[in-house]
């Protein structure tokens, strides 16, 4: 159990400084409510349309509504998931998280806002 323990400890730790050291590498300021609220986001992945209501409300083409804010700058939280956000110079928006159940590995998204 202490070993288990441990090596949680190490992935959450490791977890964080890759977040802090990964994110804004590209020039790129946190995101806040303003820049999304009552826009509709396409993902690089091609597969979600999102609308970011004005109000909270989040819909996409996935079928997942749910509520949407930004509890400080550069974190989306959208329903169960929290995301660091940020929008890149050229307007585009940047996602980013580490994922240990994913081999390990950044897990990253590019949006265009409509």
Same mark, same amino acid.
């Given at each position: ?5 441990? +090596?949680? @400890?190490?992935?959450? $730790? ?18 806040? @409510? ?8 396409? &993902? @690089?992945?091609? &597969? ?15 079928? /997942?509504?749910?509520?949407? %804010? ?11 998931? $929290?995301? @660091? ?8 928006? /940047? ?5 240990? %159940? ?6 990253? +998204? &590019?949006?265009?806002?409509?």
């Amino acid at each position: 159990m202490k070993t288990f323990i441990l +090596s949680l @400890s190490i992935a959450c $730790i490791a977890t964080q400084a890759l977040a802090v050291t990964d994110f804004g590498r590209d020039g790129g300021r946190p995101i806040t @409510s303003n820049d999304i609220a009552g826009k509709t986001i396409c &993902w @690089s992945n091609g &597969w979600v349309r999102a609308y970011f209501a004005a109000n909270g409300v989040y819909t996409d083409n996935r079928h /997942h509504p749910g509520k949407w %804010y930004v509890p400080e700058p550069g974190v989306l939280k959208v329903g169960n998931w $929290i995301r @660091s956000t940020e929008i890149l110079p050229d307007g585009r928006l /940047h996602v980013y998280k580490f994922c240990i %159940y994913c081999d390990n590995r950044d897990i990253e +998204s &590019w949006g265009t806002k409509n």
